[in-house]
């Protein structure tokens, strides 16, 4: 398996650091809003991820979190915390709004088939006693400093801060931003919150729990540290983001990491491009988002994301538009057609098993890999040994194709059919399109084609 590292900027061999399993932890959803379809491309390449890894042998041991406390509006810890924001608005408590906002996570995963993290899926508002542990080792260990609203990261101690997106400590500082409030103890413009107090213009935040520096809640970077180590040791096999983490929240888990355990945090580190509409990113900042409803409500079937997802590189963005999303329904649909006359006794044919494997293994090329699943079905192998590699594939795919339901004529569909034969000789077509409309109902496509009508299964 060869994986692009943004650490190396180059395509290695993967090599976990264990034989036979890999750990990976993936950086969770902010839950203060809707989860969009942007979110979606990351889960589901998390999921391709995931599930290719097994799929060529690997116990994958792998970790989510939830965000549900810490994050400011802006990533350098700066602005507005973005739960007691939305509360406001919405009029409810930080704790339903979380609430509220898993659940949503949820739902639209499970609707695109993501499969949920096997070890755990964390969430950050349950793990702050480990969170408070790694920042009294990180003060004991001349790392990190107290200020009177803080506890901060002292980037200054750790030289390799910035290597993860290439940029030096110096050009950090440059590019830091001016026009907001800063805490005016602390030492670099770079450093960044271990630990909030519940002082100043936090004296009333809702979230707060006891700590040695008093009342008070998480910066958003540690959670993701103290709950990688907490599941999967203090080196990891992969880490994943989508590619906005990379400058600071990525560089951010690094330093503290490495200078709690004074070892490498992070083997291979895995970023997903953006889901852009009109080029710009799909956010919810920019609300120019839409949801797993807004799919449902286009009779869009949700896992059409996935083949829509699969088209592209993980590593390419994508711009999206309905009529791209449409395609990419129609090419699930004519799968479920393939899968919905089951077969037995069928073979997995080795070749084109060799190719998509080989597809995957070189840093997910799931283009390639769709190309591969088409060249397979219309192939002239034998229907059961394709019926069993397409379900074969689709431990990757992921489209549930096991579950299409069979495709069956019965003894009722029979005589209706021939009816409507009748009904178009006798140039009836009224009548025609009424048995149509039933036969629709039944869940039948009809179609009339040179060679009579058609029945397939409406998917
Ligand atoms: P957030 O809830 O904003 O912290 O985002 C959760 C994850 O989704 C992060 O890894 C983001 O990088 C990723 N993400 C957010 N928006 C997009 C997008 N438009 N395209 C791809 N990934 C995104
Ligand atoms: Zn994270």
């Known amino acids: 398996m060869k994986l692009y590292n943004t650490k190396t900027r180059q395509v290695e061999e993967f090599k976990p650091e264990k034989e036979g399993v890999v750990t990976m932890y993936a950086c969770g959803p902010t839950v203060y809003d809707y989860t969009h379809i942007g979110h979606m491309r990351k889960y589901i390449g998390d999921d391709i991820l995931r599930r290719t890894l097994s799929y060529i042998g690997y ?35 930080v704790w339903d709004i979380a609430t509220l906002y898993t659940d949503y996570f949820h739902e639209s995963m499970t609707a695109a088939n993501v499969l949920p993290p096997n070890v755990a899926e964390a969430k950050a508002t349950d793990h702050i006693s480990q969170m408070i542990d790694m920042v009294e080792k990180l003060l004991a260990k001349g790392h990190a400093y107290e200020t009177a609203s803080a506890i901060y990261f002292d980037t200054s101690t750790f030289p390799q801060y910035g290597s993860l997106s290439g940029q030096s400590l110096s050009e950090k500082e440059l590019g830091a931003r001016e026009d907001v409030v800063v805490d005016e103890d602390k030492k670099n413009p770079a450093d960044f919150v271990l630990w909030f107090k519940r002082v100043g213009r936090f004296s009333n935040h809702t979230m707060h729990w006891p700590s040695p520096w008093g009342e008070g809640f998480p910066g958003w970077h540690i959670e993701c540290s103290a709950m990688s ?36 945090f992070v083997k291979y580190w895995v970023h997903h491009a953006f889901l852009n509409v009109d080029g710009e990113k799909m956010s919810k900042s920019k609300n120019n988002f839409y949801t797993i409803s807004d799919i449902e409500g286009h009779n869009i079937n949700p896992l059409a994301m996935r083949v829509f997802a699969l088209q592209t590189s993980y590593r390419k963005p994508i711009n999206f538009t309905w009529d791209v999303l449409s395609s990419a329904q129609t090419q699930l649909k004519k799968l479920q057609m393939f899968a919905s006359k089951k077969e037995l006794g069928g073979k997995i044919i080795e070749k084109y098993n060799t190719d998509f494997v080989e597809a995957l293994s070189d840093d997910l090329n799931t283009a390639k890999a769709l190309a591969i699943v088409w060249e397979m079905v219309h192939s002239n192998e034998i229907r059961a040994d394709k019926y069993i590699t397409l379900l074969e594939f689709d431990k990757v795919l992921g489209l549930k194709l096991s579950e299409v339901p069979e495709f069956k004529i019965t003894k009722e569909v029979k005589i209706l059919l021939e009816k409507m034969s009748l009904a178009r000789e006798q140039k009836d077509y009224g009548t025609s399109d009424k048995i149509r409309e039933e036969l629709e109902k039944l869940g039948y496509k009809v179609e009339q084609t040179s060679l009579g009508i058609n029945l397939s299964p409406i998917l």
Request: with cysteine; charged share 30%; proline share 1%.
């Open 59 to 93: 116990e994958v041991r792998h970790v989510m979190n939830i965000t549900d406390v810490g994050h400011l509006t802006n990533d350098s810890d700066e602005g507005d915390d973005k739960f007691e924001n939305k509360a406001k608005l919405e009029g409810k408590s």
């Open 229 to 264: 180590m907490h599941y999967l040791g203090e080196t990891i096999d992969i880490h994943t983001g989508g590619i906005d983490h990379i400058p600071v929240h990525h560089e951010n888990e690094i330093a503290q990491s490495v200078c709690t355990t004074g070892h490498e």
